[in-house]
């Protein structure tokens, strides 16, 4: 049994494929998410929020996840808001290390890579949110 963690091409459905149907934010923000929780949990969620866990789709969504991740991190207002945010909050603190004297270019350098999992991990957790109440005010 291969480990459920690898993507291979053979598991993607022709039908899938053809079908081509689009996965909406929340199942998007579930796979981003499942990259770093896990996606035993992320299927457990999913059955919560009312949504297919089956094998099948999920490869299938993975592959479908990792283009549609592409586009959205190449769009040049997502990459111009992402950089501000992260060289800003980068700067003020490279800057309070050097009053204390501690300041490097290091420091500022994880600190931009600690502002970008933050501000991505906080993107995530807010699409699923919104996903979640839209679905519930429907019900």
């Excluded at 494929?17 to 934010?25: F, I, P, S, V, Y």
């Excluded at 990259?35 to 919560?48: A, C, E, M, N, S």
């Excluded at 040049?76 to 980068?90: H, R």
């Amino acid at each position: 049994r291969r480990r459920q963690g690898s993507m291979d091409t053979s598991d993607l459905q022709q039908g899938d494929m053809n079908r081509g149907t689009e996965a909406d934010l929340s199942t998007l923000a579930l796979r981003i998410l499942g990259q770093y929780v896990g996606y035993r949990v992320v299927d457990k969620i999913r059955i919560l929020l009312g949504q297919s866990a089956s094998r099948k789709r999920v490869y299938a969504d993975r592959a479908r996840l990792r283009s549609k991740c592409r586009h959205v991190l190449q769009s040049p207002g997502f990459l111009v808001i992402f950089a501000l945010m992260a060289l800003t909050n980068a700067v003020a603190m490279g800057l309070e290390q050097d009053n204390i004297g501690g300041g490097s270019y290091q420091t500022v350098y994880a600190r931009i890579e600690e502002v970008c999992i933050t501000f991505f991990l906080v993107e995530v957790f807010a699409l699923i949110l919104i996903d979640g109440l839209t679905r519930w005010r429907a019900l």
